[in-house]
């Protein structure tokens, strides 16, 4: 479903990484498989320079995390502690839907009979 | 631990039992996104009840092409979106869109996590985005929806969920005078961190 990785110059990764939606493991190893420096001797120093050069390169990224979680903690919305509320709402709806049998039409559509009226 | 898709074709032959785990599961997050819309807790939860109540009616339209969550949440943004139809009557709010009321909150709520000043500038400038893009910024932000599940809700494709919640946030950086809340050192080392393991990791 997600783009294909094209590295981290891209956009859409920053946004993923941001979102914890990516697949670190293989994403970096497709990184270094890329980045030719990277497979070389010198990994380490060379690591630091990618590294460096990756975060400048995303500047105008680097204040989302900011503002994300700046959002986050405008949110108000505060659910109720007490679980007697989610238990009474719970019954509530078992007790609509409990007198009533499931439409059988219904069942018989989704199994693929055709209902004449 | 049975998936909701096994819940529900439990369901659909006639088992009511599982239909009451598919209410345990996710009554807590309705009820959050039912809060965003009203204000009041009890309206909140008539959003609730009647959402799971159509759910269940009309289950047997569950294709399972999308997650049962995002499903939920559909029939729940049209409850709420008829309720306040039902609630305001044909007059001034016959016309009113869900996706334009403004995020239901207390204004003397106390986070104790930001200025009050700096959690208004922000609510103000999310109310201001188009409607699409605050949607997606909400379900991602707020309910911690998957991209997938937000195009789901949405009913548009993947990249487009993405690139409102993308365009939501960079106006809101431009916008939201960050100050002196800024973290952005201490992230960059985070990012360095977990980067450098996975590279260790990697080359091992």
Redesign the interface.
């Given at each position: 479903?997600?783009?294909k990785f094209v590295g981290l110059n891209d956009?859409?990764w920053w946004?993923d990484?941001l979102?914890k939606?990516v697949d670190?493991?293989r994403d970096?190893?497709l990184a270094?498989a890329c980045n030719k420096s990277?497979q070389s001797g010198k990994?380490n120093k060379d690591?630091d320079i990618f590294?460096r050069q990756t975060?400048g390169e995303q500047s105008a990224l680097?204040?989302?995390?900011?503002?994300?979680?700046?959002?986050?903690?405008?949110?108000?919305?505060?659910?109720?502690e007490d679980l007697r509320?989610?238990d009474s709402?719970?019954d509530?709806?078992?007790a609509?839907?409990?007198p009533?049998e499931?439409?059988m039409g219904?069942?018989l559509?989704?199994r693929g009979y055709q209902i004449e009226s | 631990m049975k998936t909701d898709l096994e819940l529900v074709t439990e369901?659909?032959?006639?088992n009511?039992k599982s239909?009451?785990e598919l209410?345990?599961r996710h009554?807590?997050s309705l009820?959050?996104l039912g809060?965003?819309f009203a204000k009041e807790?009890s309206l909140a939860?008539d959003i609730?009840?009647e959402s799971?109540?159509k759910a269940?009616?009309?289950?047997?339209?569950f294709e399972g092409r999308a997650s049962f969550k995002s499903w939920l949440y559909q029939i729940a943004l049209n409850t709420a979106r008829n309720k306040f139809r039902d609630r305001f009557g044909s007059g001034a709010f016959d016309s009113i869109n869900i996706e334009d009321v403004p995020?239901?909150?207390?204004p003397n709520?106390e986070?104790g996590?930001?200025r009050s000043d700096?959690?208004k500038q922000?609510?103000a400038e999310?109310d201001k985005l188009p409607d699409r893009q605050r949607m997606a910024?909400t379900l991602?932000?707020?309910e911690d929806l998957?991209?997938?599940e937000i195009a789901e809700v949405m009913g548009c494709p993947?990249?487009t969920a993405?690139a409102n919640?993308?365009h939501a946030?960079?106006k809101?950086?431009d916008r939201?005078d960050?100050g002196d809340?800024?973290?952005?050192a201490h992230?960059?080392v985070n990012?360095?961190a977990?980067?450098?393991k996975?590279?260790t990791?990697?080359?091992l």
């Open positions: 479903m997600r783009k956009d859409d946004l990484y979102e939606q670190m493991e970096v190893a270094l990277l990994v690591r590294l975060l680097k204040n989302l995390l900011e503002v994300r979680t700046l959002v986050k903690e405008s949110d108000e919305v505060v659910l109720p509320i989610y709402l719970h509530r709806i078992m609509e839907i409990n009533a499931p439409a219904g069942i559509e989704s | 369901v659909r032959e006639g009511r239909f009451s209410v345990h009554q807590r009820l959050r809060m965003r807790q939860e609730v009840q799971f109540i269940f009616q009309k289950i047997h339209l995020l239901g909150v207390d709520a986070t996590m930001l700096v959690r922000i609510r999310i910024l991602r932000i707020f998957s991209f997938k993947y990249d993405k919640y993308r946030l960079l809101l950086k939201i960050i809340y800024a973290q952005g992230d960059e990012f360095v977990e980067f450098s996975h590279v990791e990697v080359e």
